[in-house]
């Protein structure tokens, strides 16, 4: 009788400690699972030590946008200053949760943005359900990391109106041709130096609004870009926006 319980309380341990091993392997497959699912902070840029009127440290009383996607967050630098216009469009629709609406998935060369199937470019929202001028400072540019807003034609075919669509110039390079066009260019040198450092889109410089810088998160737009395409150009996997936020810095 000895022998047959001290049987039973050897099987009954070998169970426990299968079944302990079982739920081990189990939680470090979950902890595996949600580390490979996590979304870290966003990076800080580096600009490659590039200081400018456009990228520059945020300072007290500046706008900072965060947009929260579902691939990472993006922190950007708003110009209201030089972009009243845009930077009040932008924050209106952000507290509309306009944006919730949208997915990042205008894909071109040298930008990722946003967009809705379906929507035609003029009927795009603004908070004054009217397009605006385009607002252009003389010493920005479509560097890598800007927020800009992509020129639009509307019905009337009248270019050059604003939107509220936003696009980032993720561009990090000049080609050759590209090179000689901006030494040819009439702006300051400081912005010439930028572009080769880092890098944008010097085609219609002083045509599209600048409206922002990404201070952090460029990592993010990096995972984007790095999406599969579709046939249309658009990527397979769908990108949202959870929220986005505008914060003042103290």
Do not use: H, W
Not at 4 to 10: C, E, K, P
Not at 40 to 55: L, M
């Amino acid at each position: 009788m000895k022998k047959r319980n001290f049987r039973f309380i050897l099987i009954l341990l070998a169970i426990f400690l299968i079944a302990g091993c079982g739920t081990k392997k189990n939680a470090e497959k979950d902890n595996e699972a949600k580390e490979k699912n996590k979304i870290s902070d966003p990076i800080p840029v580096d600009y490659q030590g590039v200081e400018t009127k456009q990228i520059r440290k945020p300072a007290k009383g500046d706008s900072i946008a965060t947009i929260d996607t579902s691939m990472g967050k993006i922190q950007i630098l708003l110009f209201e200053k030089e972009c009243p216009k845009a930077v009040e469009n932008f924050i209106q629709l952000a507290k509309e949760k306009y944006f919730e609406e949208l997915n990042f998935s205008s894909y071109t060369s040298v930008s990722i943005g946003i967009g809705k199937i379906g929507d035609k470019d003029y009927e795009v929202k603004t908070a004054s359900n009217k397009n605006f001028d385009v607002e252009i400072d003389p010493d920005f540019g479509m560097l890598y990391g800007s927020l800009i807003i992509p020129r639009r034609i509307n019905v009337s075919g009248e270019k050059g109106m604003n939107t509220g669509q936003f696009a980032i110039i993720d561009k990090n390079f000049l080609a050759d041709e590209e090179k000689q066009e901006l030494e040819g260019m009439d702006i300051n040198e400081s912005l010439k130096d930028a572009f080769l450092k880092i890098g944008g889109n010097v085609r219609n410089q002083g045509k599209i609004t600048v409206f922002g810088q990404v201070i952090k998160g460029m990592d993010t737009i990096e995972k984007m870009r790095a999406v599969e395409l579709d046939s249309f150009g658009g990527p397979k996997k769908i990108i949202t926006i959870n929220n986005v936020t505008v914060n003042k810095v103290e």
